[in-house]
């Protein structure tokens, strides 16, 4: 057995407060396999991985029982078990990065930006094997970029990490974490937040490495689709503890706590196939025919100068959004999907004239509001709002959540004073779900679901007719997406919301949307009703997109 994990017990002191992250779980992974730990956020799982490679800093963290068993192989080539839990710092740190290696969550925040990926790939080389020289180093991390499909790696090996994108990036971490031919590798939600094509290219190289180094890997994740994709064996974890435990098809298939019950059926997918069993329509679908358009897009560009040279001339001009043609009825929720870099948050920014159009015209109710001033425009922002996609970024860290509602309604002259405005913050506040007490609160007293209600409770203040959603809910755990989804739903019905839905996650798209439009390097390539285009996709990219999505059953 690679690594046995017997009664781990991990307790992080919080001041006077001990919080028992992980409470007790065992398992065990096998060479060549795949053991996939899932469950919300909060549920222990990332400080199972920590504890594993022993990375959480003794000042916080005690184990006050478990063990963790690890097959060690040595340099020479003998192998011996080990308990992590019992080596002195040496072993571990030789153990650490060469035998056990790791692919963090956020890759940005793990790659040092002052130094550039080659530079970093080599100091892991050269910690684990002192032997090797500079040239002989560089020319492994070239390799091992190459190895994760990199671009032009001979190139790139001299890069640093700001000047890569973000799929970029996470194969810059899978290569370093390579580099030293692991035993182990623990991911922990490697591809969250890729786009489908990227997540796609990143789950198949993984296996591809698995399967001709023999490693075991210990995949934690939220996204029930690529456990369908990756997974041997399954484990759900909650409050710390592993409440389910099975092969891929027993947890998929006949699941039998409650809370994975709960999880599978939270899942857009499931809650699809739950409508269409109970006889209802597959989107909860309008008559939309008869409905007025409240936005009309004609041709509109955004194009970015790039300016070069010693007296920055404009040289040429990267064509953000291309000549878009678009229409969004009264009430009617359009998908706009698209990998990362084809515009489509620079397209909803300039909707809402956050972002200057070049050239085109939007008309709103009508009216076209690309000539307007700033304003003639302010009427129109409380009619046109905008959900972000991370509220943390979005929301003010030194304004609380009364501030940050009853602000806007009194710019906008909404209430007559500002107990009046605080009613209407109160009942917002219930309205996403919240309690009227939070209203004291700062935004980093909450979790990032409640952050993302409450962005929604800013955008709805001001009674708006349309939203803006940009990826309102990625990154987020499948219990609170599909609360959020529902919560958007109930509004646009109550309140005959128009939304554009900006995502990734083509699950989401097929659950919340009437219409889907498809998006690649600044042009919509493709445009119908969800269900057609995700059933019968005409084009070839709309095909690709589609392929690379991983699906929970087949």
Known sequence: MLLTVKNLKTYLDSGAEVVQAVDGISFNIKKGETFCLVGESGSGKSITALSIIQLIPKEICHHPEGQIWFDYRHNDGTQEQVNMLNLTEHP???????????????????????????????????????????????????????????????????????????????????????????????????TTALDVTVQAEILRLMKDLQERKGMGILFITHDFGVVAKMAHKVAVMRNGIIVEAGSLQQILREPKHEYTQELLAALPENMIRARAEAGEDIKHKQDLSEKKSILTVQNLKVHFPVKKGLWART??????????????????????????????????????????PTAGAIFFSGTNIVP????????????????????????????????????????HGIGASQEARLDL??????????????????????????????????????????IVCDEVTSALDVSVQSEILQMLLDLRTERQLSLLFITHDI???????????????????????????????????????????PRLYG
Not at 105 to 123: A, H, K
Not at 124 to 142: F, V
Not at 329 to 339: N, S
Request: hydrophobic share 40%; charged share 20%; aromatic share 6%.
């Open 507 to 549: 699950g989401v798209v097929e659950y919340v949307s009437d219409r889907m439009v498809v998006m690649n390097a600044g042009k919509i390539v493709e445009q119908g009703l969800t269900h057609n285009i995700c059933h019968a996709p005409q084009e070839a990219y709309t095909q690709e997109l589609l392929a690379a999505v």
């Open 92 to 190: 571990r740190r030789d153990i650490r990065g060469a035998r056990i290696a790791m692919i963090f969550q956020e890759p940005m925040t793990s790659l040092n930006p002052v130094y550039t990926i080659g530079d970093q790939i080599i100091e892991a080389l050269q910690l684990h094997w002192p032997e090797l020289n500079y040239g002989s180093a560089k020319q492994r991390a070239i390799e091992a970029l190459a190895q994760v499909q990199i671009p032009d790696p001979e190139q790139r090996v001299n890069e640093y990490p700001h000047r890569l994108s973000g799929g970029q990036r996470q194969r810059v971490m899978i290569a370093m974490a390579m580099a030293c031919e692991p035993d182990l590798l623990i991911a922990d939600e490697p």
């Open 425 to 466: 913050a109160r009942q917002m506040l219930i309205r996403v779900q919240l309690s009227e007490s939070h209203l004291w609160r700062y935004p980093h007293e909450f979790s990032g679901g409640q952050r993302q209600r409450i962005g929604i409770a800013r955008a709805l203040v001001l009674n708006p007719k349309f």
């Open 372 to 411: 307007l001033k700033r304003r003639e425009m302010q009427p129109f922002r409380t009619k046109m709002q905008m959900i972000f996609q991370d509220p943390m970024s979005s929301l003010n860290p030194r304004l609380n959540i009364a501030t940050t509602l009853t602000e806007p309604m009194a710019v």
């Open 315 to 356: 040289a040429s001009y990267i064509k953000a959004v291309d000549g878009v043609d678009l229409t969004i009825k009264e009430g009617e929720i359009v998908a706009l999907v698209g990998e990362s870099g084809c515009g489509k948050t620079t397209l909803g920014r300039a909707l809402l004239r956050l972002i200057e």
